[in-house]
């Protein structure tokens, strides 16, 4: 596991071992296909429930609404932050 905080301030605890879940490749190519639905995926492929609802949280806007293109950018940060797990 590692912790990873991103530069909006959204820290979450992350296995790093989702790289090897082949649920994870099925959510990044439903994301490049534009599938919306990818983008769901990928967040339960990274967090757990909790870390979830605390990233919703974190990218609610003033009208109450979850703003897709933040949670995009810090699921993709969150995956870019997260080390192999793996000695180079």
Same mark, same amino acid.
């Given at each position: 596991? !590692?912790?990873?905080?991103?530069?909006?301030? *959204?820290?979450?605890?992350?296995?790093?071992?989702?790289?090897?879940?082949?649920? *994870?490749?099925? !959510?990044?190519?439903?994301?490049? !296909?534009?599938?919306?639905?990818? $983008?769901? $995926?990928?967040?339960?492929?990274?967090?757990?429930?909790?870390?979830?609802?605390?990233?919703?949280?974190?990218?609610?806007?003033?009208?109450?609404?979850?703003?897709?293109?933040?949670?995009?950018?810090?699921?993709?940060?969150?995956?870019?932050?997260?080390?192999?797990?793996?000695?180079?």
């Amino acid at each position: 596991m !590692a912790i990873v905080k991103t530069a909006s301030g *959204f820290e979450a605890e992350i296995d790093e071992s989702f790289r090897e879940d082949w649920e *994870f490749f099925e !959510a990044l190519e439903n994301t490049v !296909a534009g599938r919306v639905t990818g $983008q769901v $995926q990928l967040a339960r492929c990274l967090l757990s429930d909790a870390d979830l609802k605390r990233l919703k949280d974190h990218c609610r806007e003033d009208n109450g609404r979850v703003s897709a293109e933040k949670m995009t950018a810090e699921l993709f940060e969150l995956i870019k932050l997260t080390p192999s797990g793996k000695n180079s």
